[in-house]
């Protein structure tokens, strides 16, 4: 554990304030596998600091499982089944498993991505939460801030904060 200076404290914040922003320019309701991967490797820094393990133990990696990923996979184990089982299945067996792999395929395509994957508006929630204990870390008044670093900071925060919370209604609404 590494301890939070009031660098890393202040950077963090900031930090806070491009995230949200970054997420705000993408689809809410798809996961995009280059912001969970962002995601993953900053709380796995985020959860480094002493000060902060403790309050984001409990939060969740991104999980980086698109769509296409989904798909991709049931196609290749559709066309394994296919490769090892068509001499037993024999040509009517093989058409009710292609009619099968379709009406899957057709099944998985209207699944919302939250079932499997973590989507942008969930990233933001998780975002948001990190944002949420920066704020009470701030406010505890135990990181000893200069005067101007404290407003930045909270300038910084409750940007983020602001920013998160109307992508997650927008998010809700439309």
Same mark, same amino acid.
């Given at each position: 554990? *590494?301890? $939070?200076? /009031? #660098? %890393? &404290?202040?950077? $963090?914040? #900031? /930090?806070?304030?491009? %995230?949200? &922003? %970054? $997420? *705000?320019r993408h689809d809410q309701n798809h996961v995009n596998l280059n912001q969970c991967r962002r995601f993953n490797e900053w709380l796995v820094e985020l959860q480094g600091y002493d000060q902060l393990a403790p309050q984001l133990k409990t939060l969740r990696t991104a999980r980086p499982i698109n769509r296409w990923m989904v798909m991709g996979g049931c196609v290749g184990v559709s066309l394994l089944a296919v490769l090892f089982l068509g001499g037993e299945l024999g040509a009517n067996g093989i058409r009710l498993l292609s009619f099968g792999l379709t009406g899957t395929l057709i099944l998985l395509y209207f699944l919302p991505e939250s079932l499997y994957g973590t989507t942008v508006e969930m990233l933001e929630g998780r975002v948001l939460r990190i944002v949420e204990t920066l704020e009470k870390l701030l406010f505890s008044r135990n990181m000893e801030l200069t005067e101007a670093a404290f407003f930045q900071a909270k300038e910084n925060l409750e940007a983020a904060r602001n920013e998160l919370r109307q992508q997650i209604h927008l998010a809700h609404k439309y």
């Open positions: 554990m *590494a301890p $939070l200076t /009031r #660098k %890393e &404290f202040y950077d $963090l914040a #900031k /930090r806070c304030r491009e %995230e949200a &922003f %970054e $997420l *705000a």
